[in-house]
């Protein structure tokens, strides 16, 4: 009977650290990348991409929400690190934040977490009503782009990661110039005669709408840029993405829908 439960505990003990583990182990070490806040940043930056598919872990690597992720992201003491995986998978654990640590890092997390929450919220509902006419004259409505998928990317001539992005998002639309069903509109904060002179210089493959600052701050309630949409055939918001690269593969796995 004592050997019979010695077997039943190893066995216990054994599938839970299976079930810890299943998932890989951290990429980086979750106590090291706290100690400095550059290192951080730039972890950050390339590896925590929010606004792709993925899956969500706790602290005790129990599955979660992505709306509960981000709700601790946002409002708890927590850093996401991603998993190691053999595919292209993307997991996302959540570590505690040390007592020590340089609070910028904590109040950046915060911030991040806050916009991916905001972001995610959005998803699923129809985009608000609009009618724009953009520095060609043509009217862009949801009218007039029923039946399409849209590509939106919000964006101003002072914003650095705006327009870094310009060669990618160009290259997007070459890419899926063949798709009479796909329309790529942007929304500049801009007036008419900044942009005229600013896109002389940089060109952006996009429609241009100007002048949408109360638009994007009042029907958007948008505070991050760049910020893109990808909306369905029916208007509804399928995606909220902050950078290329999630643009690019939210918009592939829409084009096959």
């Known amino acids: 009977m004592k050997k019979l439960f010695t077997i039943i505990i190893t066995f216990l003990i054994f599938a839970s650290s299976f079930s810890q583990n299943k998932f890989g182990n951290p990429e980086v070490d979750p106590l090291q990348i706290q100690k400095n806040f550059t290192e951080w940043s730039v972890y950050q930056s390339k590896k925590i991409m929010l606004s792709r598919d993925f899956t969500a872990l706790d602290c005790s690597s129990k599955e979660i929400s992505k709306k509960t992720f ?4 946002a409002n708890g003491n927590f850093i996401p690190i991603r998993l190691k995986s053999e595919t292209n998978e993307y997991v996302y654990k959540l570590f505690k934040i040390l007592p020590k640590t340089d609070t910028s890092i904590k109040a950046t997390i915060n911030q991040i977490g806050f916009d991916a929450l905001k972001n995610y919220e959005m998803e699923g509902k129809p ?13 862009i409505s949801n009218e007039s782009m029923k039946g399409k998928i849209i590509v939106i990317k919000c964006w101003y001539i002072h914003c650095a990661a705006c327009i ?4 990618l998002v160009n290259a997007l639309v070459l890419k899926y110039k063949d798709r009479q069903d796909i329309a790529f509109v942007s929304l500049a904060e801009d007036t008419p005669e900044q942009l005229q002179v600013f896109l002389a210089r940089k060109p952006l493959s996009y429609s241009v709408i100007p002048n949408m600052k109360t638009y994007m701050n009042e029907k958007l309630d948008l505070n991050a840029f ?3 949409f990808i909306l ?6 399928k995606k909220v993405v902050s950078n290329y690269e999630s643009l690019e593969v939210a918009l592939e796995k829409e084009s096959k829908l």
């Open 70 to 73: 981000f709700d601790q992201l």
């Open 127 to 139: 985009f608000p009503e609009f009618s724009f006419k953009d520095l060609d004259g043509r009217i």
């Open 164 to 167: 870094k992005e310009f060669p």
């Open 226 to 228: 760049p910020t893109h």
């Open 232 to 237: 369905d055939k029916e208007g509804i918001i």
